[in-house]
């Protein structure tokens, strides 16, 4: 996530990708494949809610994300989410984050 949207490169990539006769119109390419997303928020997680100050879940930012995978047929997962990466985090939120991202890609 980038200012709140996709970054320009991953667009640049779906408007590739998902294109007519690959992904949809016709063609099912990417049926049943996962599809998951882990993004760093660089505000506190309270932040991401409404009485917060960016007023909605940070799921709610994703929703394109997941409208696109499941028009393609994708299986979308729950994304994979962090916080206050604009602040300096100590070496155990760190190990936290890395522990819970690698048992994250193995569930998928």
Not at 74 to 87: G, L, V
Not at 98 to 108: A, C, P, S, T
């Amino acid at each position: 996530m980038y200012w709140f949207s996709s970054p320009s490169l991953l667009k640049e990539w779906f408007d590739m990708i998902l294109s007519p006769g690959f992904a949809h119109a016709g063609a099912s390419m990417l049926k049943d494949k996962s599809f998951a997303i882990a993004v760093s928020c660089g505000g506190a997680e309270n932040a991401f809610s409404e009485g917060g100050k960016d007023k909605k879940r940070v799921e709610e930012f994703l929703f394109p994300f997941e409208i696109t995978a499941n028009y393609v047929k994708m299986n979308y997962k729950k994304a994979f989410i962090t916080y206050d990466t604009e602040s300096v985090l100590s070496e155990e939120t760190l190990n936290k984050y890395k522990e819970d991202y690698v048992k994250y890609v193995k569930e998928l």
